[in-house]
C-alpha cells in the first residue's frame, strides 16, 4: 500500500470481529520495528505476544477497558531503561520511551498495511500487569497493543486531526509565517543519492 494512505488508514479500533489474528502478522510488524531508530542503536526492546483468551480477558479487566477482551493477540512492547541509563544518565530514560514510540508507530502502520486494526493503549496499572505476566520490575511496559479484525459496524468517527497551520512555526518559536527573504529549494522529491 501507498505510505501516505497507509498512515492516513491507520486509527484506533476497540471493537472486533472473533476472526483470529496469525501470531505471524504481529512478528512481521516487529521485524520492521527492529528497523527503527535507536539512540546509539542500542535497542533493548522485548515484545510479550500474547494469545490465549483468558490471559487476553484478564489484561482487559487489569487496564479497565472491555473492548481488549474482543482481540485475539496482544502484543506487550516492553524496554530496559538500565543500559542506555548507564551511557547517557536521565536522558537515557527519555531515549527509551522516544525509540519505543518509535517502535510502536512502526507497528501500528505495519497492521494497518496488512489490513489488521489495533490501539495503542497506555492505560493501565504497570504493578499489576507486571506481577500478573512475570516481567521483573525494572522492566517498562511501553504499551498493551490488542490486534484484532475492526468490527466497523462498532467503529466511531475518525478523529479529526490538527491543520498543518496549526503545528508548524517558521525559523523560531510561535511565528507562523515562512520568511519572504528565504530563497526556495526545488518541489520534486530527490532522487536516491548513491
Ligand atoms: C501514549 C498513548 C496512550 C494511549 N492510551 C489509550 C488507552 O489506554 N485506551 C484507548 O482506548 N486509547 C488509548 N490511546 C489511543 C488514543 O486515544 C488515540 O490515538 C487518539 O484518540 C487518536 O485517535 P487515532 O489513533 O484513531 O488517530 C493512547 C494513545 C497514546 C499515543
Excluded at 487489569?62 to 536522558?91: F, K, M
Excluded at 468517527?157 to 498543518?164: D, E, I, M, T
Aim: glycine fraction near 4%; charged fraction near 25%.
Amino acid at each position: 500500500m501507498e505510505f501516505d494512505s497507509v498512515v492516513k488508514k491507520r486509527h484506533s479500533a476497540r471493537s472486533f470481529s472473533k476472526r483470529k489474528v496469525s501470531w505471524k502478522f504481529a512478528l512481521d510488524a516487529i521485524e520492521l520495528a527492529n528497523h527503527s531508530p535507536f539512540a546509539g542503536n542500542h535497542n533493548h526492546l522485548k515484545f510479550i505476544l500474547i494469545e490465549d483468551s483468558k490471559t487476553i480477558s484478564k489484561i482487559s479487566k487489569l487496564a479497565d477497558q472491555p473492548w481488549i477482551a474482543e482481540s485475539s493477540l496482544l502484543i506487550l512492547v516492553c524496554s530496559d531503561d538500565t543500559h542506555l541509563e548507564n551511557l547517557y544518565g536521565e536522558r537515557g530514560r527519555v531515549y527509551s520511551r522516544q525509540q519505543a514510540g518509535s517502535a510502536i508507530q512502526t507497528i501500528l502502520l505495519k497492521l494497518a498495511d496488512l489490513n489488521l486494526s489495533s490501539c495503542w493503549v497506555g492505560a493501565f496499572s504497570d504493578e499489576i500487569v507486571k506481577e500478573s505476566l512475570g516481567i521483573p520490575q525494572h522492566i517498562q511496559i511501553e504499551a498493551i497493543l490488542p490486534i484484532g479484525y475492526e468490527n466497523k459496524s462498532h467503529s466511531g468517527k475518525k478523529p479529526r486531526k490538527k491543520a498543518l497551520d496549526n503545528v508548524v512555526f517558521w525559523e523560531k518559536w510561535d511565528n507562523g509565517n515562512r520568511p519572504t527573504l528565504l530563497t526556495e529549494s526545488e518541489d520534486l522529491p530527490p532522487k536516491e543519492e548513491n
